[in-house]
């Protein structure tokens, strides 16, 4: 599954990079995982890779669409990871539809907004499969709404700076309680990008 995405990634970007006026860009982040929430309690970001695609291209607002993967990583060690039974991986997904706004006086300057769907998958490997009644391996998906806002500032025409928050609010299993701590993830991320 993933060896079919890089190369769809990859023959879209081959495609694209021949293009004279592209709307395609990719950037590269740091993702900080903030607030009171289970993920910002206990994972550090690791690499957030994006995608975007402009729709249109006029003087007030660009319309298009992006799509971002990120890996999270339990931040647990020493004494506290002995006692915890599996190592885990969070990966955010999230694809989302925004809006880009030119500002006339600070051609440079780029806020952005946007709305999607975060697709958040677990991996959670035991540490220790003692027991034969415990699988190999835990995984799992929980998925929710995603607000987006950004500021980008050109350096030169084709390559820019980020800076994003992402708030995902996303549903809870059964047994968990339906609090902000579980519910609720806030991520900011610093990055680079490249438009194609």
């Known amino acids: 599954m993933r ?7 990859l ?5 694209k990079s021949f293009s004279q006026d592209s709307k395609f860009s990719i950037d590269a982040n740091y993702p900080i995982a903030i607030g009171d929430n ?7 970001g690791l690499v957030d890779l994006g995608a975007k695609y402009k729709f249109s291209d006029n ?21 506290t990871a002995m006692n915890q039974l599996f190592d885990v991986k969070i990966f955010p997904i999230q694809p989302r539809i925004f809006a880009e706004f030119n500002i006339q006086n600070l051609k440079k300057l ?7 769907y975060s697709i958040i998958i677990y991996d959670a490997v035991w540490r220790e499969n003692t027991n034969a009644d415990l699988p190999s391996d ?3 998906n929980e998925n929710g709404f995603n607000f987006n806002i950004g500021l980008f500032y050109d350096l030169t025409h084709k390559l820019f700076l980020q ?22 993830i806030n991520i900011l991320k610093f990055g680079i990008g490249y438009r194609i």
Do not use: C, M
């Open 138 to 140: 835990i995984n799992n």
């Open 59 to 79: 003087k007030i607002v660009d319309i298009g669409a992006s799509i971002n993967f990120g890996i999270f990583q339990n931040t647990k060690s020493g004494a």
């Open 163 to 184: 800076a994003q928050y992402d708030f995902i609010k996303i549903g809870v299993e059964d047994g968990i309680p339906d609090k902000s701590y579980n519910t609720n």
């Open 3 to 9: 060896l079919r995405i890089i190369v769809i990634l």
């Open 38 to 44: 289970f993920l910002g309690q206990n994972y550090n």
């Open 11 to 15: 023959i879209f970007f081959t495609i």
């Open 110 to 116: 780029h806020p952005q907004i946007g709305l999607g």
